[in-house]
């Protein structure tokens, strides 16, 4: 039998694979910061656990970029999703911060290694037997499925958390514990659904690993080569910088906000699963429409219009005053990013070829997550000596300057003869 699926199959197993990563983030979205405090860390501590997230991904995105290159997609993938599993364990049983740094390093590693395989392979697969066929109608799909996957993950959490039948813990704890159970679930179906394309890789365990040694210091040089010799790759992965700013404020701040507007954690917690879950309901909505715009407009300006109105839409919840608006501007916002995000990775993709594909999408995570622990504690900072609303207003303004560098990608765009939709 053929190692190569055809796209359709593929197209399903990348869906499917889609649903199993993200329903159980739904389960978790709407409360782990909350789980951070509630188990006694304060709110500098949980922004500095999450900033070790970043720092560890920073340090070995491009290498496990090179990696998945040079060893493969699926393998990559499957210990991912065994590092996922022990990294929830982990932040589940964390009796101190020290272990709850230690929970949020692990989660680190698996978001290097997570970051890129699955879409290369997808991407790849369909190359195979289509070559230069355009994946961002399928990107926006995923996107779609993605976002409700995590919604509807959110509502049972939500449900998880008003049923409570563990005595023994707290009201957010079997939400936890779902979590990494179904964190399993997901190993299982890489192993059981993934089938890799032997295009550049080697068949032989112990010589793909062999490989796999010599041949990342090559792809990381190549990485940067590739940022210094593509300006529209370059710019691309610079606007992580300046929306990560934004990523801030409506996945870090939103909850704490809401807390000050509703008087405590514990009722700030009990709206933020159906909040969640509407949330991610809006992302797929936005998800669909980049997919409607993009083919009326172009993916560019889907893209730049899209971080524009995100930013604003940034803006607007350090602004409001009340639960009701912050919460409606909130679900605008997670709209807009559900819309930028398929975009983005449409733009990503159009400048990789198949053996550096994963890599460029790891130098993007790279950036992002890198940005995420540079900008989270000097926010945490202003809002600590200003206020939140401060700080939310000061990052939206920050993330919509990124927009300007789709200029290059768009003028590429417009260049580029017009590809074969997937």
């Known amino acids: 039998m053929s ?114 395989p699955l879409e290369a392979w997808y991407v790849d697969t369909v190359h195979a037997t289509e070559p230069g066929a355009d994946v961002d109608q399928t990107l926006a799909t995923e996107g779609t499925v993605m976002g409700a996957s995590m919604a509807i993950g959110a509502v049972v959490s939500g449900g998880l958390v008003a049923w409570h039948p563990l005595s023994s813990g707290t009201a957010l704890l079997l939400p936890m514990v779902c979590w990494v159970s179904l964190n399993a679930v997901y190993l299982l179906a890489i192993v059981l659904l993934m089938r890799e394309p032997r295009t550049h890789v080697d068949t032989t365990g112990l010589r793909r690993a062999a490989v796999s040694a010599r041949e990342a210091p090559g792809v990381i040089r190549d990485g940067f080569s590739l940022l210094h010799h593509n300006r529209v790759l370059l710019s691309l ?137 540079l900008l989270g504690p000097p926010l945490g900072l202003l809002a600590g000596a200003t206020s939140t609303q401060v700080a939310m207003v000061t990052a939206g303004a920050f993330s919509i300057l990124g927009a300007f560098l789709y200029l290059p990608a768009l003028r590429a765009e417009r260049a580029r003869p017009v590809a074969v939709p997937s």
């Open 3 to 116: 190692d190569l699926l055809s796209p359709a199959a593929a197209r399903r197993a990348f869906l499917l694979l889609t649903v199993a990563r993200w329903f159980p983030v739904g389960l978790v979205v709407g409360i782990f910061t909350l789980w951070f405090v509630e188990r006694g860390l304060t709110v500098a501590q949980t922004l500095l656990a999450f900033s070790l997230t970043g720092i560890v991904v920073f340090v070995l995105e491009l290498p496990t970029g090179g990696f998945a290159d040079a060893l493969g997609r699926r393998p990559v993938l499957i210990a991912a999703a065994a590092v996922n599993i022990v990294a929830g364990a982990v932040l589940i049983w964390a009796p101190a911060f020290w272990a709850f740094a230690l929970g949020a390093a692990l989660q680190g590693v698996f978001r290097a290694l997570d970051s890129g």
């Open 237 to 373: 992965v610079l606007v992580e910088v300046f929306w990560t700013a934004a990523l801030v404020v409506f996945e870090t701040f939103q909850p704490l906000r809401l807390a000050e507007l509703v008087g405590g954690e514990e009722q700030a917690g009990a709206l933020m699963g159906p909040v969640a879950a509407v949330g991610w309901g809006v992302f797929a909505l936005g998800s669909a429409l980049a997919g409607f715009a993009s083919g009326r407009i172009g993916v560019a300006r889907t893209a730049i219009l899209a971080r524009v109105l995100n930013g604003l839409g940034a803006v607007t919840m350090g602004l409001v005053a009340g639960p009701v608006a912050l919460i409606a501007a909130y679900l605008l916002t997670y709209g807009l990013h559900g819309t930028g995000e398929p975009m983005h990775s449409s733009l990503l993709h159009r400048e990789a070829q198949a053996r550096n594909r994963a890599t460029v999408l790891s130098m993007n995570s790279m950036v992002f997550f890198i940005s995420f622990a």
